[in-house]
Protein backbone atom coordinates (compact mmCIF):
# COMPACT_ATOMS: atom_id res chain seq x y z
CA UNK A 1 0.00 0.00 0.00
CA UNK A 2 3.24 2.25 1.34
CA UNK A 3 4.41 1.60 -2.43
CA UNK A 4 0.97 2.05 -4.75
CA UNK A 5 1.08 5.87 -2.16
CA UNK A 6 5.03 6.72 -3.13
CA UNK A 7 4.18 5.78 -6.56
CA UNK A 8 1.34 7.75 -7.07
CA UNK A 9 2.97 11.25 -5.59
CA UNK A 10 6.03 10.73 -7.70
CA UNK A 11 3.48 9.94 -11.16
CA UNK A 12 1.77 13.24 -9.83
CA UNK A 13 5.09 15.03 -9.46
CA UNK A 14 6.41 14.25 -13.03
CA UNK A 15 3.16 14.65 -15.20
CA UNK A 16 2.09 17.84 -13.22
CA UNK A 17 4.41 20.14 -15.21
CA UNK A 18 3.44 18.59 -18.53
CA UNK A 19 -0.35 19.30 -17.94
CA UNK A 20 0.33 22.64 -16.89
CA UNK A 21 2.37 23.52 -20.25
CA UNK A 22 -0.44 23.12 -22.13
CA UNK A 23 -2.99 26.15 -21.96
CA UNK A 24 -6.03 26.71 -22.97
CA UNK A 25 -7.47 28.89 -26.00
CA UNK A 26 -10.00 31.00 -23.99
CA UNK A 27 -7.88 34.12 -24.54
CA UNK A 28 -7.99 34.43 -28.25
CA UNK A 29 -11.19 35.34 -30.18
CA UNK A 30 -11.87 32.97 -33.17
CA UNK A 31 -14.93 34.76 -34.19
CA UNK A 32 -13.11 37.54 -35.54
CA UNK A 33 -9.72 37.42 -38.28
CA UNK A 34 -7.27 40.32 -37.90
CA UNK A 35 -4.67 40.11 -40.30
CA UNK A 36 -0.74 41.04 -39.28
CA UNK A 37 2.03 41.90 -41.82
CA UNK A 38 5.60 42.30 -40.24
CA UNK A 39 9.02 40.90 -41.04
CA UNK A 40 9.76 37.80 -38.70
CA UNK A 41 12.04 38.55 -35.94
CA UNK A 42 11.73 35.21 -34.35
CA UNK A 43 10.28 31.56 -35.41
CA UNK A 44 9.89 28.57 -33.85
CA UNK A 45 7.68 25.16 -35.20
CA UNK A 46 7.90 22.92 -32.19
CA UNK A 47 5.40 21.57 -29.70
CA UNK A 48 3.01 22.18 -28.27
CA UNK A 49 2.80 25.21 -30.14
CA UNK A 50 4.16 27.62 -33.18
CA UNK A 51 5.60 30.82 -31.75
CA UNK A 52 6.35 33.84 -34.16
CA UNK A 53 8.11 37.47 -33.02
CA UNK A 54 6.90 40.14 -36.23
CA UNK A 55 8.13 43.78 -36.43
CA UNK A 56 5.19 45.78 -37.37
CA UNK A 57 5.12 49.00 -38.65
CA UNK A 58 3.70 51.80 -36.76
CA UNK A 59 0.52 53.05 -37.29
CA UNK A 60 2.47 56.69 -38.20
CA UNK A 61 5.19 54.21 -39.49
CA UNK A 62 7.94 55.76 -37.76
CA UNK A 63 9.31 52.80 -36.54
CA UNK A 64 8.24 49.50 -35.74
CA UNK A 65 6.90 47.34 -32.65
CA UNK A 66 7.07 43.63 -31.73
CA UNK A 67 3.93 41.56 -31.78
CA UNK A 68 4.29 37.81 -30.06
CA UNK A 69 1.98 35.55 -31.42
CA UNK A 70 1.24 31.70 -31.47
CA UNK A 71 -0.29 28.79 -33.10
CA UNK A 72 -0.93 25.15 -33.79
CA UNK A 73 1.57 22.34 -33.53
CA UNK A 74 3.80 21.34 -35.82
CA UNK A 75 1.73 18.28 -36.67
CA UNK A 76 -1.34 20.44 -37.41
CA UNK A 77 0.79 22.67 -39.22
CA UNK A 78 2.12 20.27 -41.57
CA UNK A 79 -1.22 19.19 -42.28
CA UNK A 80 -1.81 22.24 -43.75
CA UNK A 81 0.87 23.24 -45.64
CA UNK A 82 3.64 24.07 -43.31
CA UNK A 83 7.00 23.31 -44.74
CA UNK A 84 10.15 23.51 -43.00
CA UNK A 85 11.97 26.56 -44.35
CA UNK A 86 8.81 28.37 -45.58
CA UNK A 87 9.04 31.13 -42.46
CA UNK A 88 12.78 32.47 -41.47
CA UNK A 89 13.70 35.09 -39.88
CA UNK A 90 13.67 38.37 -41.71
CA UNK A 91 11.05 37.29 -44.30
CA UNK A 92 7.76 39.55 -44.92
CA UNK A 93 5.01 37.85 -43.74
CA UNK A 94 1.08 38.24 -43.84
CA UNK A 95 -0.91 36.47 -40.80
CA UNK A 96 -4.13 36.32 -40.07
CA UNK A 97 -4.65 35.30 -36.41
CA UNK A 98 -7.66 35.00 -33.89
CA UNK A 99 -6.90 38.19 -31.95
CA UNK A 100 -6.78 38.67 -27.96
CA UNK A 101 -10.12 38.97 -26.29
CA UNK A 102 -8.46 41.50 -24.25
CA UNK A 103 -7.60 44.03 -27.02
CA UNK A 104 -4.18 43.48 -26.38
CA UNK A 105 -2.15 42.95 -30.03
CA UNK A 106 -1.28 39.58 -30.81
CA UNK A 107 -3.45 36.21 -31.31
CA UNK A 108 -3.49 32.73 -32.45
CA UNK A 109 -1.83 32.30 -36.13
CA UNK A 110 -4.84 30.50 -38.41
CA UNK A 111 -2.76 31.19 -41.83
CA UNK A 112 0.02 32.68 -43.22
CA UNK A 113 1.47 34.04 -46.60
CA UNK A 114 5.22 34.42 -47.31
CA UNK A 115 6.21 37.43 -49.30
CA UNK A 116 6.87 34.80 -52.67
CA UNK A 117 2.85 33.93 -51.72
CA UNK A 118 3.50 30.29 -50.26
CA UNK A 119 0.10 30.32 -47.64
CA UNK A 120 0.37 27.64 -45.11
CA UNK A 121 -2.97 27.68 -42.36
CA UNK A 122 -6.57 26.28 -41.69
CA UNK A 123 -8.25 26.12 -45.12
CA UNK A 124 -11.03 27.69 -44.12
CA UNK A 125 -8.78 31.38 -43.65
CA UNK A 126 -9.30 31.78 -47.31
CA UNK A 127 -12.64 31.67 -47.00
CA UNK A 128 -12.63 34.40 -44.18
CA UNK A 129 -10.52 36.53 -46.30
CA UNK A 130 -12.74 36.15 -49.30
CA UNK A 131 -15.92 36.88 -46.82
CA UNK A 132 -13.69 39.93 -45.62
CA UNK A 133 -13.11 41.58 -48.79
CA UNK A 134 -16.49 41.45 -49.81
CA UNK A 135 -17.59 42.99 -46.85
CA UNK A 136 -14.96 45.63 -47.59
CA UNK A 137 -15.84 46.30 -51.29
CA UNK A 138 -19.46 46.33 -50.05
CA UNK A 139 -19.02 49.18 -47.61
CA UNK A 140 -17.32 51.77 -50.58
Not at 1 to 26: D, Q, Y
Not at 55 to 61: E, I, L, R, T
Amino acid sequence: MKTIRVLSIVGALVLAPLALAHHSAVQYDFTKLVEIKGKVKAFTAANPHMRLTLDVKDAKGAGTHEVKLEGHSTNNMYRNGYRKGMVNVGDEVTVNVAPLRNGDEGGYVLGATAANGDYFGVRSTRSLDAAKAKEQAESK
